[in-house]
């Protein structure tokens, strides 16, 4: 008996950067809160995405921080493939969000559809996103839509 899918609509996921995105926040009253991030996977979850956190966490890759230490697996095309064979998930249906060219690209060697949450960052895409939208709660309009 194989895995059942988690995924949601006609096999829909929803991979979401995890640096810049899902934990970028604002300080009130002393506690970190991310009001967008906090109300986007709320409506995803709703509408019944499977939803998955990764990261590409680049200190990884430039030896200063080990894998071992790293709270959350490491997001190379890889661990989309890997999710997707898992879950019976097929990825030419499913999203790819983040925040850098690094989320960009992963997205297209998977196939998904990619959404950069544009943060002004001074660095040059590799690939351009199928859409760019300025956070995450527009993120969630498209794929919603």
């Known amino acids: 008996m194989g895995i059942p899918s988690l995924a949601g609509p006609l096999g829909q996921a929803v991979f979401l950067d995890r640096a ?3 934990n970028r926040s604002i300080v ?4 970190p809160y991310a009001p967008d991030a906090l109300d ?5 979850r709703k509408r019944g995405f499977w939803l998955c956190v990764v990261t590409n966490q680049p200190d990884v890759a430039r030896g200063t ?4 230490s790293m709270p959350l697996p490491q997001a190379r095309p890889g661990l989309l493939l890997t999710a997707a064979a898992e879950h019976n998930i097929p990825l030419d249906t499913s999203y790819r969000i983040g925040d850098s060219w690094r989320d960009i690209d992963c997205g297209h060697a998977a196939k998904c559809t990619t959404i950069l949450v544009d943060r002004g960052y001074q660095e040059p895409l590799r690939l351009q996103p199928h859409f760019r939208v300025p956070d995450l709660v527009a993120a969630t309009r498209v794929i919603c839509s």
């Open 20 to 22: 810049g995105l899902l």
């Open 28 to 31: 009130r009253d002393g506690k």
């Open 40 to 44: 986007a996977v709320a409506t995803l």
């Open 65 to 68: 921080q080990r894998r071992e």
